[in-house]
């Protein structure tokens, strides 16, 4: 098993940057895929991005991509959301993620997700 627990969100205006990361305990995530969800008020949790395992590969929600970077350190256990240039439809809670399935390649479902932390809310002000 995993534990997941994000910090770094906050409030910010339009146009700026913040940078989420996601600590991992317990099992290793070397070896998986990671991602990060967003459920802002009154929708359905969204995907927002993935990363494989090793890091030379992401994936990212047409919304987010150019503006948002997903990295991670497999040393230290820690997975990272940066965000430039944001907008006020960025605001939401924000999840990581991680699966029980190692794999080569990132995930972009939900379903393929087995543990997920309590969340990180931003706010983006016009």
């Known amino acids: 098993q995993v534990q997941l627990v994000e910090s770094g969100g906050g409030s910010v205006q339009a146009g700026g940057s913040l940078r989420l990361s996601c600590a991992a305990s317990?099992?290793?995530?070397?070896?998986?895929?990671m991602g990060w969800f967003r459920q802002a008020p009154g929708k359905e949790r969204e995907f927002v991005a993935s990363?494989?395992?090793?890091?030379?590969?992401?994936y990212y929600a047409d919304s987010v991509k150019g503006r948002f970077t997903i990295s991670r350190d497999n040393a230290k256990k820690t997975v990272y959301l940066q965000m430039n240039n944001m907008k006020p439809e960025d605001t939401a809670v924000y999840y990581c993620?991680?699966?029980?399935?190692?794999?080569?390649?990132?995930?972009?479902?939900?379903?393929?997700?087995?543990?997920w932390g309590q969340g990180t809310p931003v706010t983006v002000s016009s």
């Open positions: 993620a991680a699966p029980s399935a190692t794999s080569s390649s990132w995930k972009n479902r939900e379903r393929e997700y087995d543990y």
């Open positions: 317990g099992r290793t995530i070397s070896n998986y895929a």
């Open positions: 990363i494989n395992w090793s890091g030379r590969s992401t």
